[in-house]
């Protein structure tokens, strides 16, 4: 009889993990949706969707299709682009 009992609690507290932990990689999917559109879909004002600086901590925020960019991730990406350059990993195309 007690190992029936037993048994029981085993069966509910696994459904119980798998139900918890099925809840809370969904809620984390819908957490990372919502940041990946979170640059071009503007609640309120809008932010760098690389540094999430606000549009007033920076010189300038560009908009894309679907993201924002400013002018100081622009420097970054810029460096990158010119080291790899430098480094032969980009070749420039006429
Ligand atoms: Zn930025």
Known sequence: MESVG???LVVLLLLFLAVFFGVA???FMLVAIRR???GARTVGAPICSFCFKPGGQVK??????SAFICNECVIICNEIVTNDRRAGSIVDFP
């Open 36 to 38: 990946r559109q979170g």
């Open 6 to 8: 037993t048994r029981e």
């Open 60 to 65: 300038k925020l560009i908009a894309g299709p």
């Open 25 to 27: 990689i969904l809620i």
